[in-house]
């Protein structure tokens, strides 16, 4: 089955300081893919579309200058926290569509749980 | 627009019994439905997925579910629980604009088994 890969799966970082998480599909090609924020025993929150080659589309709500993506392949999306505090701590799950298929599903990668002291 | 709702956030079951996990959709176009199951500190998995074909659904692990317009639900079921089904499931429902791009997730249903 098509697999997307999370790097890195854990990331403790100092307030201030901005980390990047890594979303790529393996085996196949994703134009889309999809940002999640899940915070401790909730749902996923939808943060934003991102778009192989043209800008992401945010969610209402969340920060387009704190969380940047950037799409720059057809198997590699970004997510950069930038300035990260405390309440940026969560779980952070990518998905991607495979651009060949028309089913409507979306493969998941593992997650990336960041903590900021 | 597309919601979600599932029913009781909390489910516990005792080992060898029947798993019902009810989930309940609004969708102003034909929906897509899916139901994932995520162990801790893990992502999603699929288990299966309706796109418009056969109402009843089998998926992975014993799952099924079933597609009911009238009723907009789409619960999921399994015959037999194993102590390995213990998890959090969460039904999602494609988005609306730009096709079927976005899922919307419920907010979850955590599945206990006792022995």
């Known amino acids: 089955g098509a697999v997307v890969s999370q790097h890195p799966s854990w990331v403790i970082c100092k307030s201030g300081t901005s980390v990047k998480i890594e979303c790529r599909s393996l085996?196949?090609?994703?134009?889309?893919m999809f940002w999640y924020r899940q915070f401790p025993k909730q749902s996923l929150m939808l943060m934003a579309t991102s778009n192989e080659g043209s800008k992401a589309t945010y969610e209402q709500g969340v920060e387009k200058d704190k969380f940047l993506i950037n799409h720059a392949s057809l198997t590699l999306s970004t997510l950069t926290v930038t300035s990260a505090h405390p309440e940026d701590s969560s779980f952070y799950i990518c998905?991607?569509?495979?651009?060949?298929?028309?089913?409507?599903?979306?493969?998941f990668g593992e997650g990336s749980r960041l903590t900021v002291l | 627009a597309q919601s979600v709702t599932q029913l009781g956030s909390h489910v516990s079951v005792s080992e060898g019994a029947l798993v019902l996990l009810r989930c309940n959709y609004s969708?102003?176009?034909?929906?897509?439905l899916f139901w994932y199951v995520q162990y801790p500190n893990q992502g999603l998995q699929l288990l299966l997925k309706?796109?418009?074909?056969?109402?009843l659904v089998k998926g992975i692990n014993g799952f099924e579910a079933e597609f009911k317009k009238s009723e907009t639900s789409f619960h999921l079921t399994k015959p037999s629980a194993h102590m390995s089904d213990a998890a959090e499931y969460f039904c999602?429902?494609?988005?609306?604009?730009?096709?079927?791009?976005?899922?919307?997730f419920g907010a979850g249903t955590r599945l206990a088994v006792h022995p």
């Open positions: 998905s991607a569509r495979d651009t060949g298929a028309n089913t409507g599903e979306l493969f």
């Open positions: 999602a429902v494609t988005g609306s604009g730009g096709g079927y791009n976005k899922l919307i």
């Open positions: 309706y796109t418009s074909a056969a109402t």
């Open positions: 085996d196949f090609q994703a134009t889309t």
């Open positions: 969708s102003s176009v034909p929906p897509y």
